[in-house]
Nanobody, 115 residues
């Protein structure tokens, strides 16, 4: 499975960005999908997850009310709408996909929030 991420960049605090993660080449149905992030010197952490049908979402406390995860199963693409961004949101954001018994990671996209 190839995961192609896009949408990262530099934004001022209070601004918004939308990340996308498109999955290609899966022989299995794509089940749960999620976004993780890793800031310099820190461990990778969960940001948000969404179930296969999109009916259940889960968010880290630090992003609740500001970020929204969604997916379009017709095109095997997941999104992360990030609003009211803060400097502490600065990190490399990775998408993660479970397809059959396997998990896959995207290459990461940099999000930088300036003060």
């Amino acid at each position: 499975v190839q995961l192609v991420e896009s949408g990262g960049g530099l934004v001022q605090a209070g601004g918004s960005l939308r990340l996308s993660c498109a999955a290609f080449g899966s022989s299995f149905s794509i089940n749960s999908m999620g976004w993780y992030r890793q800031a310099p010197g820190k461990q990778r952490e969960l940001v948000a997850t969404i179930t296969s049908g999109g009916g259940t979402t889960n968010y880290a406390d630090s992003v609740k009310g500001r970020f929204t995860i969604s997916r379009d199963n017709a095109v095997n693409t997941m999104y992360l709408q990030m609003n009211s961004l803060k400097p502490e949101d600065t990190a490399v954001y990775y998408c993660n996909v479970k397809a059959g018994p396997f998990r896959y990671w995207g290459q990461g996209t940099q999000v930088t929030v300036s003060t």
